[in-house]
Structure formats: C-alpha cells, structure tokens
C-alpha cells in the first residue's frame, strides 16, 4: 500500500468523522421567518423593551402582531398572526403559557398543543 493511498483514506475518514460531530443549525419557525422578513427593518429589539411599549400580555401581543400586519399590509392569516406572536412571546416576552400561545392554536385537556 502506498503512502500517497494511505493518507487519502486517513483524509477520508476524517472527513466522515467530522461530519459526524457537526449538527445542523435549527430551522427557523415560520414566526421567526415572517418576523425577520417582514418586521425586523422597522423594529430593532429595544421597541419590545422600550418602558411605554402597548404590549404586556398576550392577547395584547397578538393584538399588535395583528395591527402592524394590516398596517404593513401584510394580509397574515390568523395562523400567521399567531406564529409571529409565539415567536416574539418566546425570544422576548415570556409571558404565561397557560394563557398564551397555547390558546392561540387551541390546547387540548392537559394543556397539550394541539394543532
């Protein structure tokens, strides 16, 4: 065996194990997707942080979702409107669960999403 054969199935092999140890990035939700497309010129991160902001619960931030979309005329079904409201509830707003985004799709008993 040659040394040149040797070290293109070492290459090889590293090549493989490499592959092995990296992970694809996770997709985007169809929330962030909108947001980013859509959103994301006009708003920086500080208008959700900014101590007068119109949002501080729930139904008051699909309210806006819902405000600014039409406002950007976005025509956003219902379904969008509350991907981008759990996308935002959940990088920036935290708000309870129970009475968030879970309703927005409808909860089974338990509390399970259903969808």
């Given at each position: ?21 990296t ?11 909108l947001?980013t ?23 008051s ?8 979309q039409?406002t ?10 509350a ?33």
């Open positions: 065996m040659s040394i040149m054969s040797t070290v293109c199935r070492s290459g090889a092999a590293l090549l493989m194990l490499a592959a092995g140890f992970s694809a990035a996770p997709a985007q939700s169809r929330g962030e997707l947001y497309t859509h959103c994301i010129s006009c708003h920086s991160a500080q208008i959700h942080w900014r101590a007068n902001k119109s949002v501080t619960d729930w139904a931030l699909k309210a806006q979702v819902r405000r600014w039409g950007a005329s976005l025509a956003w079904n219902d379904a969008d409107i991907e981008v409201s759990r996308y935002l509830n959940d990088t920036v707003y935290h708000f309870d669960a129970s009475t968030g985004p879970q309703s927005a799709l409808g909860a089974a008993p338990g509390g399970t999403r259903v969808r």
